[in-house]
């Protein structure tokens, strides 16, 4: 367990991310994916209200509805919205709360800066609106997510009042959220959430997934992990290397190696989730 930046929230440094790769899971077959998820001591679930729910299919926010109620004191529950517009963005958000069965969430995220985001915009509309949510109890914590611009992110952590934000960061330094974004972060102790640490990097067998989560976990200021995954096997394997970790029975890691070893993959071609046209929760 880390604390969550100004949150001063304890949670777990291994998160469970219910986008895609969660939506790929069958019913019969996601819920116990789920439920060993929690059992084994995660606390941190992430959603939003994109992921699914197209073309007739239940959405991860319904999913989350038929599980969530039961354990809801025992979790930290985040979803995102992605709505600019002010009214729009609050019935987006309401229709979440719907969803999941619940009357507040633990953390509200603007979902997905692009670069071509204006600050002003943003500043005058949606922020106010989550400030407003957050102020009225709905949302403990309010943030933001991006994998496409570290410049747009630091600018946001600088100019207004987040608790959170959940940035693609891995050992490739694509992006450069790293060396652009963390810093305007600890700088004034919002939480740090890594996302995007082995997408299109793991299958590729070029470094495996305890290099990868290590990478991250080591990054001063990064408080979790985001991982979402298909299957009992992949589960199995990062619970594993997260609780040894935690115990500090890691050894330990030759960043400028693994870095070396990555860099050729620091291109936008190599990530599905960088190219034109991707949004987040993208069945891919």
């Known amino acids: 367990m880390r604390v969550l930046g100004k949150t001063g929230q304890k949670i777990s440094i291994l998160g469970y991310g219910c986008g895609s790769q969660f939506l790929k899971m069958p019913d019969g077959e996601w819920e116990s994916h789920f439920e060993h998820a929690f059992n084994a001591g995660i606390n941190y679930f992430d959603t939003a209200s994109s992921y699914g729910g ?48 619940t009357d507040h969430v633990d953390a509200l995220l603007i979902h997905a800066i692009q670069p071509e985001d204006d600050v002003k915009a943003i500043t005058e509309g949606v922020y106010q609106l989550v400030s407003d949510l957050k102020a009225q109890k709905m949302v403990k914590f309010i943030g933001f997510s991006s994998m496409d611009s570290a410049e747009r992110s630091k600018e946001l952590i600088e100019k207004l009042d987040f608790d959170l934000t959940l940035l693609a960061m891995n050992a490739t330094k694509y992006g450069d959220f790293v060396k652009v974004t963390l810093p305007a972060a600890r700088e004034k102790n919002v939480g740090v959430i890594s996302m995007k640490i082995m997408r299109n990097i793991i299958d590729k067998g070029v470094a495996k997934a305890g290099e990868l ?33 935690g115990k500090n029975l890691v050894a330990s890691l030759n960043r ?29």
Not at 65 to 88: M, Q, S
Not at 215 to 244: F, I
Not at 264 to 279: E, Q, S
């Open 54 to 101: 197209g073309n007739g299919s239940v959405s991860s926010e319904e999913r989350l509805g038929r599980i969530v109620p039961a354990i809801r004191k025992d979790i930290f529950l985040l979803t995102k919205i992605h709505e600019r517009d002010p009214d729009k963005a609050r019935a987006e958000f309401e229709r979440s709360l719907e969803r999941m069965k």
């Open 213 to 245: 989560l290590q990478y991250n976990w080591d990054l001063p200021g990064v408080a979790v992990n985001l991982v979402s995954q298909t299957g009992m096997a992949p589960l199995e394997e990062n619970l594993n290397v997260a609780k040894n970790y």
């Open 256 to 284: 400028k190696e693994l870095e070396s070893r990555l860099a050729h993959l620091k291109v936008a071609d190599n990530f599905d989730w960088a190219r034109p046209g991707y949004y987040d929760g993208m069945m891919c």
